[in-house]
Protein backbone atom coordinates (compact mmCIF):
# COMPACT_ATOMS: atom_id res chain seq x y z
CA UNK A 1 0.00 0.00 0.00
CA UNK A 2 1.16 3.30 -0.35
CA UNK A 3 0.11 6.62 1.55
CA UNK A 4 -0.54 10.03 0.09
CA UNK A 5 -0.88 12.45 3.16
CA UNK A 6 -2.53 16.15 1.96
CA UNK A 7 -2.16 19.45 3.61
CA UNK A 8 -5.76 21.05 4.19
CA UNK A 9 -5.60 25.08 3.86
CA UNK A 10 -4.00 26.36 0.67
CA UNK A 11 -3.69 22.62 -0.52
CA UNK A 12 -7.57 20.87 -0.78
CA UNK A 13 -9.12 24.14 -0.17
CA UNK A 14 -8.61 27.99 -0.93
CA UNK A 15 -9.27 29.53 2.77
CA UNK A 16 -7.47 32.51 2.60
CA UNK A 17 -10.16 35.33 2.82
CA UNK A 18 -11.07 33.56 5.93
CA UNK A 19 -7.91 33.88 7.17
CA UNK A 20 -6.79 36.56 6.43
CA UNK A 21 -10.47 38.38 7.83
CA UNK A 22 -10.28 36.53 10.85
CA UNK A 23 -6.29 37.14 11.44
CA UNK A 24 -7.29 40.66 11.25
CA UNK A 25 -10.53 40.75 13.24
CA UNK A 26 -8.51 39.15 15.73
CA UNK A 27 -5.74 42.23 16.03
CA UNK A 28 -8.87 44.86 16.00
CA UNK A 29 -10.33 43.09 18.79
CA UNK A 30 -7.17 43.07 20.82
CA UNK A 31 -6.52 46.57 19.89
CA UNK A 32 -3.69 45.98 17.04
CA UNK A 33 -3.24 47.18 13.84
CA UNK A 34 -3.87 44.76 10.69
CA UNK A 35 -1.91 42.99 8.97
CA UNK A 36 -0.04 42.47 5.91
CA UNK A 37 -2.01 40.10 3.79
CA UNK A 38 1.78 38.18 3.00
CA UNK A 39 2.16 38.41 6.51
CA UNK A 40 -0.55 36.59 7.57
CA UNK A 41 -0.55 33.89 4.72
CA UNK A 42 3.09 32.95 5.62
CA UNK A 43 2.27 31.53 8.57
CA UNK A 44 -0.44 29.30 7.18
CA UNK A 45 0.02 25.60 8.36
CA UNK A 46 1.49 26.37 11.88
CA UNK A 47 -0.75 25.69 14.78
CA UNK A 48 -2.46 28.36 15.57
CA UNK A 49 -0.92 29.62 19.11
CA UNK A 50 2.98 29.00 17.05
CA UNK A 51 1.71 31.26 14.50
CA UNK A 52 -0.24 33.79 16.44
CA UNK A 53 3.37 33.91 18.33
CA UNK A 54 4.85 34.47 15.13
CA UNK A 55 3.26 37.08 14.20
CA UNK A 56 2.55 38.89 17.49
CA UNK A 57 5.56 37.84 19.10
CA UNK A 58 6.33 41.46 20.96
CA UNK A 59 3.00 40.76 22.72
CA UNK A 60 2.49 39.47 25.91
CA UNK A 61 1.31 36.11 26.72
CA UNK A 62 -2.57 37.75 27.47
CA UNK A 63 -2.62 39.55 24.38
CA UNK A 64 -1.66 36.36 22.46
CA UNK A 65 -4.02 33.92 24.15
CA UNK A 66 -6.57 37.20 23.37
CA UNK A 67 -5.43 37.02 19.67
CA UNK A 68 -5.88 33.30 19.48
CA UNK A 69 -9.51 32.92 21.00
CA UNK A 70 -10.36 36.19 18.62
CA UNK A 71 -9.35 34.25 15.31
CA UNK A 72 -10.86 30.88 16.67
CA UNK A 73 -14.54 32.93 17.12
CA UNK A 74 -13.84 35.12 13.36
CA UNK A 75 -12.62 32.22 11.66
CA UNK A 76 -15.97 29.91 12.78
CA UNK A 77 -18.26 32.73 12.03
CA UNK A 78 -16.75 33.33 8.38
CA UNK A 79 -17.20 29.13 7.82
CA UNK A 80 -20.91 29.49 9.15
CA UNK A 81 -21.21 32.41 6.13
CA UNK A 82 -19.76 30.21 3.60
CA UNK A 83 -17.24 26.73 3.77
CA UNK A 84 -13.43 28.14 2.28
CA UNK A 85 -14.23 26.23 -1.60
CA UNK A 86 -11.72 23.30 -3.17
CA UNK A 87 -9.29 24.08 -5.07
CA UNK A 88 -10.49 23.86 -8.63
CA UNK A 89 -9.45 19.68 -9.73
CA UNK A 90 -9.50 18.89 -5.88
CA UNK A 91 -11.93 16.56 -6.04
CA UNK A 92 -11.27 14.81 -9.30
CA UNK A 93 -7.76 14.00 -7.99
CA UNK A 94 -9.59 12.61 -4.63
CA UNK A 95 -11.50 10.74 -6.82
CA UNK A 96 -9.00 8.97 -9.09
CA UNK A 97 -6.29 8.18 -5.75
CA UNK A 98 -10.01 6.72 -3.87
CA UNK A 99 -10.27 4.45 -7.14
CA UNK A 100 -7.26 2.53 -6.43
CA UNK A 101 -6.66 -0.11 -4.30
CA UNK A 102 -3.30 0.06 -3.50
CA UNK A 103 -3.15 3.80 -2.44
CA UNK A 104 -4.57 4.94 1.22
CA UNK A 105 -5.63 8.94 1.76
CA UNK A 106 -4.76 10.92 4.86
CA UNK A 107 -4.31 14.85 6.13
CA UNK A 108 -2.25 16.35 8.18
CA UNK A 109 -3.32 20.04 8.91
CA UNK A 110 -2.61 22.73 11.67
CA UNK A 111 -6.50 22.98 12.00
CA UNK A 112 -8.37 21.62 14.85
CA UNK A 113 -10.03 18.64 14.64
CA UNK A 114 -13.81 20.16 14.88
CA UNK A 115 -13.08 22.57 12.00
CA UNK A 116 -11.23 19.51 10.21
CA UNK A 117 -14.29 17.44 10.42
CA UNK A 118 -16.50 20.87 9.27
CA UNK A 119 -14.86 20.87 6.02
CA UNK A 120 -14.82 17.80 5.08
CA UNK A 121 -18.90 17.69 5.94
CA UNK A 122 -19.24 20.91 3.98
CA UNK A 123 -17.57 19.22 0.67
CA UNK A 124 -19.15 15.75 1.19
CA UNK A 125 -15.57 14.66 2.02
CA UNK A 126 -15.99 12.93 5.60
CA UNK A 127 -15.10 9.11 5.41
CA UNK A 128 -12.57 9.79 2.74
CA UNK A 129 -9.25 10.06 4.40
CA UNK A 130 -8.13 7.03 6.56
CA UNK A 131 -5.99 9.16 8.75
CA UNK A 132 -6.51 12.30 10.13
CA UNK A 133 -3.67 13.67 12.35
CA UNK A 134 -4.14 17.71 13.31
CA UNK A 135 -3.35 20.32 15.32
CA UNK A 136 -5.09 19.43 18.26
CA UNK A 137 -3.56 16.14 19.03
CA UNK A 138 0.30 17.11 17.75
CA UNK A 139 2.98 19.87 18.02
CA UNK A 140 3.37 22.05 15.27
CA UNK A 141 4.48 21.76 11.83
CA UNK A 142 7.58 21.24 11.08
CA UNK A 143 7.70 18.75 13.44
CA UNK A 144 7.22 15.20 11.72
CA UNK A 145 4.97 13.71 14.67
CA UNK A 146 1.40 13.83 12.26
CA UNK A 147 2.94 12.23 9.55
CA UNK A 148 4.96 9.60 12.26
CA UNK A 149 0.95 9.28 13.58
CA UNK A 150 -0.22 8.35 10.11
CA UNK A 151 2.35 5.91 9.32
CA UNK A 152 1.72 4.42 12.45
CA UNK A 153 -1.90 4.57 11.94
CA UNK A 154 -2.15 2.64 8.42
CA UNK A 155 1.19 0.60 8.76
CA UNK A 156 2.66 1.74 5.49
CA UNK A 157 6.42 2.81 5.82
CA UNK A 158 8.34 5.91 5.30
CA UNK A 159 9.24 4.75 1.75
CA UNK A 160 5.67 4.34 0.66
CA UNK A 161 4.35 7.49 1.99
CA UNK A 162 4.36 10.79 0.28
CA UNK A 163 3.41 14.53 2.09
CA UNK A 164 1.20 16.91 -0.28
CA UNK A 165 1.21 20.45 0.79
CA UNK A 166 1.79 23.98 -0.15
CA UNK A 167 4.12 25.43 2.67
CA UNK A 168 7.43 24.62 3.59
CA UNK A 169 6.37 23.85 6.85
CA UNK A 170 5.06 20.69 5.32
CA UNK A 171 8.00 19.88 3.12
CA UNK A 172 10.29 20.13 6.25
CA UNK A 173 7.82 17.89 8.46
CA UNK A 174 8.02 15.22 5.56
CA UNK A 175 12.04 15.71 4.96
CA UNK A 176 12.35 15.45 8.99
CA UNK A 177 9.69 12.06 9.07
CA UNK A 178 11.75 10.67 6.03
CA UNK A 179 9.23 10.90 3.88
CA UNK A 180 8.86 12.14 0.10
CA UNK A 181 7.48 16.02 -0.02
CA UNK A 182 5.74 17.19 -3.28
CA UNK A 183 4.60 20.82 -3.27
CA UNK A 184 1.52 22.78 -4.80
CA UNK A 185 2.30 25.86 -6.35
CA UNK A 186 -1.21 27.41 -6.01
CA UNK A 187 -0.85 27.17 -2.27
CA UNK A 188 0.29 29.91 0.01
CA UNK A 189 4.16 29.46 -0.20
CA UNK A 190 6.72 30.55 -2.90
CA UNK A 191 7.47 27.49 -5.66
CA UNK A 192 11.06 28.35 -5.02
CA UNK A 193 10.85 27.79 -1.32
CA UNK A 194 9.19 24.33 -1.75
CA UNK A 195 11.78 23.30 -3.58
CA UNK A 196 14.58 24.83 -1.20
CA UNK A 197 12.87 23.08 1.46
CA UNK A 198 12.79 19.61 -0.20
CA UNK A 199 9.93 19.74 -2.46
CA UNK A 200 10.74 16.87 -5.33
CA UNK A 201 8.38 18.54 -7.76
CA UNK A 202 5.85 21.55 -7.35
CA UNK A 203 2.86 20.98 -9.22
CA UNK A 204 1.52 23.68 -11.25
CA UNK A 205 -2.36 21.97 -10.91
CA UNK A 206 -4.24 18.95 -9.63
CA UNK A 207 -4.45 17.36 -12.99
CA UNK A 208 -0.43 17.58 -12.72
CA UNK A 209 -0.36 16.36 -9.11
CA UNK A 210 -2.57 13.68 -10.42
CA UNK A 211 -0.52 12.41 -12.58
CA UNK A 212 2.64 12.36 -10.74
CA UNK A 213 0.93 10.63 -7.69
CA UNK A 214 -0.26 8.35 -10.26
CA UNK A 215 3.07 7.37 -11.38
CA UNK A 216 4.43 7.11 -7.76
CA UNK A 217 1.86 4.84 -7.10
CA UNK A 218 2.26 2.48 -9.54
Known amino acids: MKLVVFDVD ?3 IDS ?5 GAMNAAFAEAGLPPLDRGQILRIVGLSL ?3 VAELAGDQPPV ?3 RIVQGYRQA ?3 ARLVQAAPLYPGARDCLDLLAGRD ?3 LALATGKSRRGVGAMLEAHGLTGRFVSIQTADDHPSKPHPAMLLAALAETGVGAGGAV ?3 DTS ?3 NMARQAGIAALGVGWGYHPADDLRASGAAHVAGDFAELGRILTEWAA
Open 49 to 51: PVA
Open 169 to 171: FDM
Open 10 to 12: GTL
Open 102 to 104: DVL
Open 163 to 165: MVG
Open 16 to 20: QHHIV
Open 63 to 65: IQA
Open 75 to 77: FLQ
